[in-house]
């Protein structure tokens, strides 16, 4: 892994300013074509590569582009052993490789409970119903096309897995922030606002408390959503993802966008909704998807994704290749509203400086935030703390645990710790 920290470009932090507090080495970065000449300059600046004499690809070499081939490390990766297949699991996002707050289509992260499916859109089919007759004046199946007729928002939102840095509630169990918190994505998402569907189909809004949302995969996943987010006009039949279609692995040719929630209510291949009255207790919300507190009960409808943040640079898995000046970088986001304010501890938490938030600080949407830093090659311990517009500050590990114990899968927001080593590595810890 360090091997690889060191080799690939985005792997490590590099950048060094005469800036830097003195008497600290600043390195100099050197990119050598062959032997130094002393005297003779640069040979990377001298001497013209082949790209610089020569003849390029023509257009539409590749009908759809793609990455290049320098960045083939930059991917969204399973983790070995996490589920017995494949067709049920999860694919985690590089949050270390990549910039600004949108997440490429292509590297967004997949949590699949029967695999995906490739489906043609001209066969797709989108029911309206509800619990009885008189909850749904007119039900009404609409087609991709149809849908695609209606007028039509864009909008910026996160999605996050609820098990999103599950696997750390006990103690450390990963080494990277794509493993630690790569269940989350962001992207500009297309499409109808679900409130305007149900308004077309006569819906009784005020009987209608929840809907349920179904899915056309094989696992039949199905979720309550409750009316109170839907009539905010913020939930979405969406079709589009970062200016395109959805791809298969995200949905394909429809999902429901519900801002805020953890993912598994973004329903994908979206079939079916029903308007109802109660909540329905699937099995998707009743037996799974919910938190194992301290004394043994189970918590339940427990979807908004609290306010949370991680570095990503620097993160594990990292290295530092020499003292000097170096940005810390990362995300925050929270389900209930904007990210106010970041702070970035480099010593465990014991002071804090509050970070540059990048804009645009959008709501219920990744932020990206940042803070200068020497390093003085002193071991050092990396964290962040979010707080969002309602006031609510992410908490540490020991007030996490305080309340939830180790036990739980779901919801983990606690505060991840990155330890700086001499020799520059960086390792995931945790500080209670």
């Not at 130094?36 to 690809?57: C, D, M, N, T, Y």
């Not at 996050?160 to 269940?183: K, L, R």
């Not at 645990?401 to 990155?418: D, E, L, M, P």
Request: charged share 20%; glycine share 10%; with cysteine.
């Amino acid at each position: 892994m360090v091997a690889q920290a060191r080799a690939g470009r985005r792997d490590f932090l590099r950048n060094a300013f005469a800036a830097a507090a003195p008497g600290l080495a600043v390195p100099t970065v050197v990119a050598q074509t062959g032997p130094a000449v002393p005297g003779a300059g640069e040979a990377a600046i001298l001497e013209l590569p082949e790209h610089s004499r020569g003849l390029g690809q023509g257009v539409a070499t590749d009908g759809y582009g793609r990455p290049s081939q320098h960045e083939a490390n930059v991917q969204r990766r399973p983790s070995p052993g996490l589920t017995q297949t494949s067709q049920s699991s999860v694919s985690f996002a590089p949050l270390q490789s990549m910039f600004g707050i949108v997440t490429p289509s292509g590297l967004h992260f997949e949590r699949h409970h029967q695999g995906w499916w490739d489906i043609d859109p001209t066969r797709h089919r989108l029911l309206l119903n509800g619990s009885e007759p008189a909850m749904l004046r007119r039900p009404m199946v609409f087609t991709v096309d149809a849908l695609m007729r209606l007028p039509s928002v864009s909008r910026f939102h996160f999605i996050e897995c609820g098990a999103n840095t599950g696997m750390e509630w006990g103690n450390v169990a990963v080494p990277t922030a794509q493993y630690t918190h790569g269940m989350l994505s962001c992207s500009e998402f297309t499409g109808v606002p679900l409130i305007t569907l149900l308004e077309m189909a006569g819906a009784d809004l005020q009987r209608g408390k929840f809907v349920l949302a179904e899915g056309a995969d094989g696992s039949s996943l199905t979720r309550t959503i409750p009316m109170q987010a839907i009539r905010s006009g913020e939930v979405l039949v969406a079709y589009g993802q970062n200016g395109e279609m959805l791809r298969p692995e995200n949905g394909y040719p429809l999902r429901l966008v519900v801002p805020g929630v953890q993912g598994v209510s973004w329903v994908k291949y979206l079939r079916r909704i029903e308007l109802g009255d109660k909540p329905y207790a699937t099995k998707d919300e009743a037996i799974h998807y919910i938190d194992l507190m301290p004394d043994g009960r189970h918590r339940q409808y427990t979807s908004i994704q609290e306010c949370k943040s991680v570095v990503t640079t620097p993160s594990g898995g990292q290295v530092l290749l020499d003292r000097g000046f170096f940005s810390i970088s990362g995300l925050a986001w929270s389900g209930r509203g904007k990210v106010k304010r970041v702070d970035v501890s480099v010593d465990g938490g014991r002071n804090w400086r509050v970070a540059r938030l990048q804009t645009p600080v959008l709501d219920k949407c990744l932020t990206r935030f940042s803070l200068d830093w020497v390093w003085d090659g002193k071991p050092a311990i990396v964290q962040s703390r979010a707080i969002d517009d309602t006031g609510y500050v992410q908490p540490g590990y020991r007030q996490s645990r305080a309340v939830r114990g180790t036990r739980s899968i779901y919801h983990n927001n606690s505060i991840q710790s990155w330890l700086v080593q001499e020799n520059g590595e960086v390792k995931n810890v945790q500080v209670a």
